[in-house]
């Protein structure tokens, strides 16, 4: 397991997830300066006429809201760096571009299933987040954490699985909440892929 180590709180965390941050947050403010930026970079659903091919990727780094790019990033410095000391930078690169690139197809897909022909922007981190969330659940099952509003800890996997079960619930129910519920469990699909795939490649649980 090789861990990336660094003499300050900015090298310490692994470099992709330092990264990632960092783009996320200069894509962030540019969008506060330049607010015509966010209908170049969210993913349009493909009956709308506006989507482009490369906002399966420029979706998941760009944020509007100031609570939904800290809430993600957030996560993504407590759960990425983790990952990225386990797996290595070029698996770990690899599964988050995979995750959020997975939870933008299924996020087309639930739009087109459901008829949307009106210009229905997606943007934001969150479907890499839960892929995430997912491995961590999968490779650290009985870590305990700690959430802000539950005095006790939860086990990784029984949090992963509550949260997915939550987001399933919203997403079938058709909450009006302008949150991509799919998408999520997209993220989610998308990472137990990538894991049982490199399981079967390696026939180990060893997934460096």
């Known amino acids: 397991m090789a861990y990336y180590q ?18 996320n947050v200069i894509v962030w403010l540019a969008c ?39 809430f993600n990033m957030f996560a993504l410095f407590m759960f990425g760096g983790v990952l990225e000391n386990y797996w290595g930078t ?5 599964y988050y ?9 299924v996020q087309l897909l639930i739009l087109h299933l ?7 922007p997606t943007i934001g981190a969150s479907g890499a987040i839960f892929g995430l969330l997912l491995a ?4 650290f099952p009985d870590t305990p954490l700690f959430l802000f509003f539950i005095p006790v ?5 029984y949090f992963v699985i509550g949260y997915g079960l939550i987001e399933f619930f919203f997403g079938i129910s058709g909450a009006s909440d302008h949150v991509a519920h799919f998408a999520h469990l997209g993220g989610m699909l998308f990472g137990i892929i990538m894991i049982l795939y490199w399981r079967k490649k390696r026939k180990t649980f060893d997934f460096r």
């Open 136 to 139: 961590f659940g999968m490779l």
């Open 153 to 157: 800890p939860i086990k990784a996997k």
């Open 97 to 105: 571009m995979v995750t959020g690139i997975g939870a933008g197809l």
């Open 32 to 70: 506060l300066l330049f607010g015509n930026l966010v209908f170049y970079l969210a993913l349009f659903n493909y009956d709308s006429g506006y989507f482009k091919i490369y906002q399966l990727v420029t979706y998941m780094f760009t944020h509007v809201n100031l609570s939904h790019i800290f």
């Open 6 to 23: 660094g003499n300050n709180f900015y090298n310490s965390i692994p470099p992709v997830t330092r990264n990632i941050l960092i783009i």
């Open 90 to 94: 070029k698996r770990y690169i690899i």
């Open 114 to 120: 459901n008829g949307v022909v009106d210009p229905v």
